[in-house]
């Protein structure tokens, strides 16, 4: 097969497996606030081997990577070959799976720019994770821990509650059977919580909101429920918290490098790992984008190549 050699800040890499997510639906929708019109590729992650670089890269032929592809220029990671963001790519640590590697990128990278650069979290605290049994939630929760923090994850099912204990949770609620701001109150000897990390927004986390400790932090996430959270001026005023919007979009070199290493130590000590939830066929994209309106636990896979 022959391509265009790989510009300046990109690698490109044969794909072995693509990270899926709640983005896919909405760029499908067109409702994706980051893209304008087509032409975009689907698939925001993928991982496999490196097959070009560019003059002066640092990553060589025939290693094998992970990283953010260049869907916003129509590279998306459901093909056979995809562009990565060289900034956002990192050779897969020693023992991570395809499929882990695959999945790793976003998420991982959206939660430190959440609980390290945004809305830091310090040992000890209480951070509250929405979605816990998502994509992006069940990265927030095991880089919570990692950090020193006492994670509390809300889901939605005893499925999802039993997989978010398994990534290591301190405590597990259920948003559909608990009241939240009674166990809220309990586990945190009413004090409140330090931390609130939101990617769902709407009826839920104006509900956990009323929890928020004096001097607490939301930091804003996504809106998988279709709304953002609701926010009442006077009550930030009064109560003395403070709302952060997260979008861990490409920073300077240094940044990035930082993040991404500290992100690949994390992950090289197991301390951090992709909660593969479901694997899908190359041929089955339409069915898992379909399914991204109400995911199953854990991240979705697609396997592209054996």
């Avoid at 197991?270 to 041929?283: H, K, W």
């Amino acid at each position: 097969m022959t391509w265009a050699e790989p510009s300046s800040g990109q690698v490109l890499i044969r794909v072995r497996a693509a990270g899926a997510g709640f983005p896919d639906l909405m760029m499908t929708g067109g409702t994706f606030p980051l893209l304008g019109a087509p032409p975009f590729g689907l698939g925001e992650e993928a991982a496999g081997e490196v097959v070009a670089v560019p003059p002066g890269s640092s990553f060589a032929v025939g290693e094998q990577v992970s990283g953010i592809t260049d869907f916003g220029e129509g590279w998306g990671g459901y093909a056979d070959y995809v562009y990565l963001r060289e900034r956002s790519t990192i050779r897969i640590p020693q023992g991570m799976t395809d499929e882990q590697a695959a999945g790793f990128p976003i998420g991982f990278r959206t939660a430190y720019a959440g609980l390290v650069e945004r809305a830091p979290v310090e040992p000890g605290q209480s951070l509250l994770v929405l979605g816990a049994a998502g994509s992006s939630g069940a990265t927030a929760v095991q880089l919570g821990k990692a950090l020193g923090a006492t994670v509390i994850a809300v889901a939605g099912s005893p499925e999802k509650v039993d997989f978010c204990a398994r990534l290591g949770a301190d405590h597990v609620l259920n948003h559909r059977t608990d009241d939240l701001t009674a166990r809220i109150a309990e586990i945190t000897d009413g004090r409140g919580l330090d931390l609130i990390y939101d990617p769902v927004g709407g009826d839920t986390a104006a509900t956990v909101v009323k929890s928020i400790a004096r001097n607490g932090r939301i930091a804003m996430i996504g809106l998988a429920s279709g709304a953002p959270v609701p926010l009442d001026p006077m009550d930030i005023l009064l109560r003395n918290y403070t709302v952060v919007g997260v979008l861990a979009s490409p920073s300077d070199a240094q940044t990035e490098a930082t993040a991404w290493q500290r992100l690949t130590e994390l992950a090289a000590q197991g301390a951090i790992t992709t909660p593969v939830g479901t694997v899908y066929a190359f041929d089955e994209v339409p069915r898992m984008i379909a399914r991204q309106s109400a995911p199953p636990a854990g991240k979705s896979i697609v396997r592209v190549a054996g």
